[in-house]
């Protein structure tokens, strides 16, 4: 009986991958006869779960979605991972609360062995420094805009720029993804008065009613979501994950002591004390200030635009000292 239950299991875990099983390849999977899978299938149907018989030169099984939800079955590795992953998202998240009470759900119907390969996980997960003060999004409002996305339909809302109180007129959009960065939730679409793609935070949003008519999507700049998100945040068109500026310059320290520091720069050692840094930044002025936080004399390489903003930066910074040091 254990190794029938263990084998449906498997069965089942199989099925859940959202893809069609012909009967060969199920049986080839699980070291069973073709007839076995038969039998199981059925064994499945008789627990609830709804497995359509697929038709074709080979044949196969498809585990439908059903109106009444059987018992779910996890395998030890699935089991493992999704109470990694909720334990994950209850950490100053959006849907934290709701993600402790599925972890303690979950727990409650494991089998004693799991229970305890659950309870030796304690993960905590350290949001960035920059959204501990993040402000929470309604998970309605996240519902609201997901449905949206999916039907394809023209989406209108009230927006608060900023730390502004006041709200722009009525925004009109074609709403492409939902993005999560930094633990700050984010709207990308296309705004149809700006004709532009555009980038809003969803805790400043508030959808109107009724949606507006379906449209068919544009191609997104970049070629994904994540490389839109990446090339907008680093001051750029979203086409690109480039820096607008980049530049090269010589530092009078080891590489060893640049490289924990330098994030995305290329770090080269030319010497026991001495390397090249080649760095990226929304600004010319915003790259020498990034430059200067490593504490030490450099030469620039290039281009001409970064020596000039290190000399305005240069500039800028003594004039501050001479006014502090006379007051």
């Not at 499945?44 to 018989?53: A, D, F, M």
């Not at 949206?148 to 722009?168: C, K, M, N, Q, W």
């Amino acid at each position: 009986m254990h190794k029938t239950s263990s084998r449906l299991l498997a069965l089942l875990s199989l099925l859940q991958t959202h893809r069609d099983w012909s009967g060969e390849d199920l049986a080839g999977r699980l070291d069973i006869t073709s007839r076995t899978v038969r039998r199981d299938i059925d064994r499945l149907r008789e627990l609830g779960y709804r497995i359509t018989t697929v038709k074709g030169p080979a044949g196969g099984y498809r585990l439908d979605a059903g109106a009444h939800m059987p018992p779910m079955l996890f395998d030890d590795g699935q089991a493992v991972a999704l109470a990694v992953a909720l334990q994950t998202s209850a950490t100053g998240t959006t849907v934290a609360e709701d993600a402790t009470r599925a972890l303690a759900t979950l727990r409650q119907v494991m089998p004693s062995r799991l229970r305890h390969r659950i309870d030796l996980l304690r993960i905590t997960a350290v949001p960035p420094p920059a959204a501990r003060d993040a402000p929470q999004v309604d998970a309605q409002v996240l519902v609201d805009l997901s449905r949206a996305i999916h039907a394809r339909e023209e989406l209108r809302f009230d927006y608060t720029p900023g730390a502004s109180t006041s709200v722009d007129a009525p925004r009109r959009v074609e709403p492409h993804h939902l993005v999560t960065r930094l633990h700050r939730w984010y709207l990308v679409a296309w705004d149809l008065d700006r004709e532009d793609w555009r980038t809003f935070r969803v805790d400043r949003v508030r959808p109107r009613t009724p949606t507006g008519p379906r449209f068919t999507p544009r191609e997104l700049p970049g070629g994904s979501v994540s490389a839109f998100i990446t090339g907008r945040f680093r001051g750029n068109d979203g086409a690109t994950t480039d820096w607008p500026c980049r530049g090269e310059v010589v530092l009078h320290l080891p590489a060893a002591e640049i490289a924990p520091f330098a994030q995305d720069g290329l770090v080269e050692e030319l010497g026991p004390h001495h390397c090249r840094l080649t760095l990226g930044s929304w600004s010319w002025t915003g790259l020498a200030a990034a430059i200067g936080r490593f504490d030490t004399d450099f030469e620039v390489i290039g281009p001409p635009q970064l020596a000039t903003a290190c000399a305005d930066l240069a500039t800028r910074y003594a004039r501050a000292a001479r006014a502090a040091g006379s007051e």
